[in-house]
């Protein structure tokens, strides 16, 4: 059952990648998208930052990951921002795989969270649809405000 939008990303990296591909956890939170990335690309893949993807020549990554917010568990105050996830986002773009993806998770119910997911969502408007295919997938029956997911594929 696909109960978190954890689940979802989980399927579509399951999907997308294969043994040996180069895969990014942007945020790498508590690790468990790491963990789940290294399982799926196996010993000879590449699990990276972001950061040495501009260091050093690896291949482009087939998906890079987002998690947007606050780290569960750790102090709220602490979290993402549109004036950094952006540039983070537009850096993964430029490096992605043709046939891979950008996976975002916003978090948007918490303080900042909703500006920060109107900001991502207006910068991504803006990227020509000729590009890039952007998708988002929500939970419509939740209480609260639930998480939701884009990805950004670029076309071929």
């Not at 963990?35 to 893949?45: E, I, M, Q, R, T």
């Not at 050093?56 to 917010?69: I, Q, R």
């Not at 988002?136 to 405000?145: C, D, M, P």
């Amino acid at each position: 059952m696909i109960s978190k939008a954890t689940d979802f990303v989980h399927i579509l990296i399951a999907n997308l990648v294969a043994v040996g591909d180069c895969v990014v956890d942007a945020t790498c939170g508590n690790g468990y998208d790491t963990a789940f990335l290294a399982a799926a690309v196996g010993p000879s893949g590449h699990d990276q930052l972001a950061y040495w993807l501009n260091h050093y020549h690896l291949p482009a990554p087939k998906v890079v990951v987002f998690n947007l917010g606050y780290l569960p568990g750790s102090d709220k105050s602490v979290r993402t921002s549109a004036v950094t996830t952006i540039p983070a986002v537009s850096q993964a773009i430029s490096a992605i795989h043709t046939n891979g993806a950008v996976i975002l998770v916003l978090y948007s119910g918490h303080p900042g969270g909703k500006e920060e997911a109107a900001a991502v969502e207006k910068w991504l408007f803006e990227l020509d649809p000729k590009h890039y295919a952007i998708s988002r997938h929500q939970w419509i029956n939740l209480e609260g405000i639930p998480p939701y997911v884009l990805v950004i594929q670029p076309r071929s």
